[in-house]
Nanobody
Framework: QVQFVESGGGLVQPGGSLRLSCVVT????????MAWYRQAPGKERELVAG???????GYADSVRDRFTISRDNAKNTIYLQMDNLRPEDTAVYYC?????????WGQGTQVTVSS
């Protein structure tokens, strides 16, 4: 069973930064396009950013130029560097596949942007 362990969230002031990590327990991790998602209270889960096994990247318009996704295939880990955070970035952040979405979501990591 594929497992995801997200970490790195916290409380940060507007304009601040956080770096999220997600360790993925899956075979042949580098074969998969991975992604970060987020879910704010009362809203549906949305795609934030994706990265292929070879490092091609895509972002949601709302985070482009502020967030940076990366991965380390040797560590089965993806990262999300979040800069210039805004209150509307407040959400629980999850990782999962981008085109192969496993049903076993992790617990996520809470990001709260508030002064």
């Amino acid at each position: 069973q594929v497992q995801f362990v997200e970490s790195g969230g916290g409380l940060v002031q507007p304009g601040g930064s956080l770096r999220l990590s997600c360790v993925v327990t899956v075979s042949q991790f580098s074969d998969y396009t991975m992604a970060w998602y987020r879910q704010a209270p009362g809203k549906e889960r949305e795609l934030v950013a994706g990265i292929t096994g070879h490092g091609s990247i895509g972002y949601a318009d709302s985070v482009r130029d502020r967030f940076t996704i990366s991965r380390d295939n040797a560590k089965n880990t993806i990262y999300l560097q979040m800069d210039n955070l805004r209150p509307e970035d407040t959400a629980v952040y999850y990782c999962n596949g981008r085109f192969t979405i496993w049903p076993s979501w992790g617990q996520g990591t809470q990001v709260t942007v508030s002064s």
